[in-house]
């Protein structure tokens, strides 16, 4: 069998993955209206699903302000936490493993979906040019658009949040989550905070790296002991050069990209957190990361690590064996594809993932694609 290593099973903090195949987060915006509820529809998707070796949950918005794209699902309300009940217990009974992705966009976002149409918040009041959100229209209808001019958080107001991750983290646990992952990635809040780009603060979270990641730390130690750390993941996408096409949502690239994030992950290996997921860049002919960064960050960090963004399972195989990665997120092909383990382990052919019913809309395109029939 030419991929039987990706099949060969690992520990994941108190969990043993079946295979190291991962449903990576997924934005899918399938959420009941009005209140971003998760639905029978999303229970149903992810149980599809649950032949992955475990299942990170679409970007989970973990307050109002944390909403930049329709129809997105939160972890605040107790109708979403109850929502969420009905994903937990249908891949539960399915025999799998599932973590709940907390989000927060910060200023990726737009007044029409913040809380009586304020102005988005973040670490500083620089707006975001060069990405896309994702607004409604009218019901069921929605249209890309530019981000709103966001607002400076106060240093009370970055301590409130780190109460708002705990609490989501509360209320994962409620929600019968197996752990949670921490989105700090492509340009979001925490992403905003760690960029020198995106932070202009002068307090303690602001100026140097140090400062800059310490909105980080405070929030991986406040979920962390909620769950326990071995059952908490963090995302990042270490960008070390962009591109120019308009992207929905797009990491940045910083002026020395490799220690940012190895100061970072380092601060996570201290608090002891299960794995780490890196979302390499996912444009056509992106370059994978550089040699001497995954062999440092495997130096780095004692937990499993995650790659993820545009992966096949050559790729998977060759990082696998190469010593670099653990497990592996498989994002359009898993869209596609219910049953994409055993479609990998037995090399049969993928169906293809249809773009346009990618956000919204009703079970076309979500969970209507076939099974491979022998």
């Known amino acids: 069998m030419k991929f039987s290593h990706l099949f060969k099973q690992t520990q994941l903090g108190p969990y043993t993955l079946r295979n190291r195949i991962v449903l990576p987060p997924l934005t899918r915006s399938r959420s009941d209206q009005p209140g971003n509820i998760p639905n029978q529809l999303m229970a149903q998707y992810y149980a599809q699903r649950s032949g992955a070796g475990f299942m990170v949950t679409e970007g989970t918005q973990i307050e109002p302000r944390g909403q930049g794209y329709a129809w997105t699902p939160g972890i605040h309300s107790a109708e979403q936490i109850a929502g969420w009940k009905q994903v937990t217990k249908a891949v539960h009974d399915a025999g799998s493993i599932i973590f709940c992705q907390l989000w927060h966009v910060g200023r990726v976002s737009h007044t029409s979906l913040q809380p009586d149409q304020q102005a988005p918040v973040g670490p500083s009041d620089l707006i975001a040019d060069t990405v896309k959100v994702f607004i409604e229209t009218a019901p069921d209808q929605g249209a890309l658009a530019d981000p709103s001019e966001p607002r400076a958080l106060s240093t009370a107001e970055v301590e409130e949040l780190v109460q708002m991750y705990k609490q989501a983290a509360i209320n994962a646990k409620e929600a019968g989550f197996d752990g949670v992952e921490l989105h700090c990635a492509n340009g979001y809040l925490v992403n905003q905070f760690i960029s020198e780009h995106t932070n202009n603060r002068t307090d303690k979270y602001g100026g140097t790296l140090a400062n800059r990641l310490r909105f980080l730390k405070e929030i991986t130690e406040a979920v962390a002991s909620v769950m326990g750390p071995d059952k908490v993941g963090v995302r990042f996408a270490p960008l070390f050069e962009s591109t120019d096409e308009v992207r929905v949502y797009l990491g940045l690239v910083e002026s020395d990209p490799h220690l940012t994030y190895i100061e970072a992950i380092k601060i996570l290996n201290n608090i002891g957190i299960a794995y780490l997921s890196l979302a390499e860049a996912d444009w056509d002919n992106a370059p994978d990361l550089p ?84």
């Open 291 to 374: 040699e001497k960064f995954y062999q440092e960050v495997r130096s780095t960090f004692d937990g499993l690590i995650m790659y993820a963004g545009k992966y096949t399972p050559e790729k998977a195989l060759r990082i696998l064996t190469e010593g670099h990665g653990d497990i592996f997120g498989f994002g359009r092909p898993f869209i596609a594809n219910p049953d994409l383990p055993e479609r990998i382990k037995y090399e049969w052919p993928l169906n293809e993932a249809d773009p346009s019913t990618m956000y919204g809309g009703t079970n076309k395109g979500y969970t209507d694609y076939p099974v491979y029939i022998k």
